[in-house]
């Protein structure tokens, strides 16, 4: 370690202004504080800093995903042979899929990496940490047979037009890793319907329907129990199959504080309020289905706890919140049952109320002023 | 007395020359001025219709301008605007049944965008600001520009929808020729819809103003 410490001392003063290397130097930057603990101080008063920066953020976001991502990993594989008519062992299984999954991780990193570090030398800024997290959730919402060329073109996409023209991390009005999902379902409907999805490499490019499939369509015999669902052993994009898999990860975020529980519950309250809604109006089979069944099928409860609580796209006051989440709630399972052209509603959904976050936001703070402002004048 | 007679301008000086080329670049109705933005979005799905298009614009406009520059000291101020609508939608109709006569399927194509010309904020935005205070060449020039900046990057964005978006250009099938399908490429879908063509536009916008950074606005 000491050594390593030393090697980077020795060939910093190349990478600062008057280097050799003097364009690199946030490539640099990101290097030396992905290695060791960044050495920046304040300059004037007494703040205390805890070192809980970005980094740390976004670290325990990936952490909080590993339990989908693996569980997405051996469902890839038990769904494949189960679908072949094959038994084989726990460790084949997850062996497959860890294989069919691996190079999608690795484009999605390597591309978007290689984006957000050419963009910090453009513009002469620090490498932000932000796409670690993106770079994890993308592989988690497509379906595993992504061709990995359609998986590039998504993420240059979602990168550059999603992230960087707004400015970069944090600076971005949509989700990246949903905006790369909504461009390849734009683009390629045909791999990315929702209600289909691939299986299986043999028997014909057989590709199994999804439970959102399976009820649009009325398919209710076909349907999966609802403990197949919650724990995940259903067909589906990598990371949403299990929702327990996803409500460990949820406990993760929640324990750390970085993720809103108000974001999160509202989400489950508005899609179960809207279930209920449709079971009271119960026009057809699908209205009719139990209301908690839309939050274990298809990518609701992933969209819920790793999508819409993004602090950087979600409403920021604590009222606005609320309302964020109860509409992105509501308005998935509209989607799902009303409009046949779109199976699933939730990436959407979401992305529209990244849209109207802001405005949200802004009528909330609005609303407070005009109440203390009352406040005021019964005074005077 | 004859020697005090102003010399005449000749006809591509550099003032009307910068007529024509400014609204190709700096001052472009699309990109800058931000005008017409919605028939770029409508019709440039193909290069064909988006040609076509841009050559209607750059008859009604170069038409318009002349007509208005004519008539500028007769035109009563007070109703202006509905002088420069009946103009501009004369010249759309003639436009209009011409393109139903010669070019029947582009004419199908483009649908209602033809009439749609009589809105383009483009060809009001010239009547007013250039042909109603400017000699009839000059006001010539201006319309011819302004068309000219306008059709090029209507064409630049068709050409890459189509490209992507279908695999043609001006349907002569690139991507199949290529036997890039073979290889398992798909055709982007999204490059048809409309938003693309704005996103398209923004770039264009994007590339245009981080070579010229006096486009960029003071914060």
Redesign the interface.
């Known amino acids: 370690m000491k050594a390593l410490r030393n090697y980077i001392d020795k060939i910093k003063p190349q990478f600062q202004k008057g280097g050799k290397f003097e364009k690199l130097e946030s490539t640099f930057e990101a290097f030396e504080s992905f290695l060791f603990v960044p050495d920046k101080v304040t300059f004037k008063g007494s703040h205390i800093r805890d070192s809980f920066d970005m980094k740390r953020a976004m670290i325990v976001v990936v952490v909080a995903v590993l339990p989908a991502l693996l569980f997405g990993m051996w469902n890839t594989g038990f769904q494949h042979f189960k679908s072949l008519g094959e038994t084989v062992g726990f460790w084949d299984q997850f062996l497959y899929g860890f294989l069919k999954v691996l190079p999608i991780i690795i484009v999605s990193y390597v591309v978007g990496l290689g984006i957000e570090f050419a963009f910090a030398q453009a513009r002469g800024h620090e490498v932000n940490e932000g796409y670690l997290v993106t770079g994890m959730l993308i592989p988690l919402i497509v379906p595993p047979d992504i061709?990995l060329?359609?998986l590039t073109?998504a993420i240059v996409f979602a990168v550059v037009?999603g992230k960087e023209?707004f400015g970069g991390t944090g600076m971005n009005i949509l989700n990246p890793a949903l905006t790369a999902r909504a461009?390849l379902f734009?683009?390629?409907?045909?791999?990315m319907s929702g209600d289909k999805v691939w299986i299986a490499d043999k028997a014909d490019a057989f590709s199994g329907a999804t439970p959102l499939g399976d009820a649009l369509v009325g398919n209710f015999e076909n349907f999966q129990s609802a403990s197949d669902m919650f724990f995940g052993f259903i067909p589906g994009s990598v990371g949403e199959t299990s929702t327990i898999a996803i409500l460990i990860g949820a406990v993760i975020l929640l324990f750390t504080g970085i993720a809103s529980w108000r974001v999160m519950l509202s989400v489950f309250v508005g899609g179960y309020l809207m279930g209920l809604i449709f079971n009271w109006a119960g026009a057809n089979e699908y209205m009719n289905i139990p209301p908690y069944y839309h939050l274990i099928m298809g990518g609701f409860a992933f969209g819920a706890v790793f999508m819409a609580t993004d602090p950087v796209t979600a409403a920021q006051t604590k009222k606005g919140m609320y309302i964020y989440g109860i509409l992105i709630g509501m308005i998935a399972v509209l989607i799902r049952v009303v409009n046949p052209a779109y199976p699933e509603g939730m990436m959407l959904a979401i992305l529209l109320m990244n849209v109207f976050a802001p405005l949200i936001d802004h009528y909330v703070i609005e609303a407070n002023i005009k109440r203390r402002l009352k406040r005021i004048k019964v005074k005077a | 007395m004859s020697e005090e007679v102003k010399q005449r301008e000749p006809l591509f000086s550099p003032k009307n020359k910068k007529l024509i080329f400014n609204p190709l670049s700096r001052e472009n109705p699309i990109t800058v001025q931000v005008l017409g933005i919605c028939s770029a979005l409508a019709v440039t799905a193909k290069l064909e219709p988006a040609f076509v298009m841009s050559l209607s614009v750059l008859v009604v406009l170069a038409a318009a301008n002349v007509i208005i520059s004519l008539l500028r000291n007769t035109i009563p101020t007070r109703i202006r605007i509905i002088v420069q609508l009946v103009i501009i939608a004369s010249l759309v109709i003639l436009v209009d049944q011409v393109l139903k006569a010669f070019a029947y399927d582009v004419s199908k194509q483009l649908s209602v965008f033809v009439g749609l010309i009589i809105t383009n904020c483009i060809i009001m935005g010239r009547l007013e600001a250039f042909a109603m205070g400017n000699k009839p060449w000059p006001a010539f020039l201006d319309g011819i520009g302004n068309a000219l900046g306008y059709g090029w990057i209507l064409l630049v964005v068709a050409f890459f929808r189509e490209l992507l978006g279908s695999g043609t250009i001006w349907n002569y099938p690139v991507m199949e020729n290529l036997g890039l399908y073979d290889f398992?490429?798909?055709n982007?879908?999204?490059?048809i819809?409309p938003p693309m063509a704005l996103?398209v536009v923004?770039?264009i916008i994007?590339i245009q103003r981080s070579r010229d950074k006096e486009l960029v606005e003071e914060k």
């Open positions: 061709p060329w359609m073109i037009i023209v461009f734009f683009a390629y409907p045909q791999d | 398992g490429y798909k982007n879908g999204f490059m819809l996103i923004g770039i994007w």
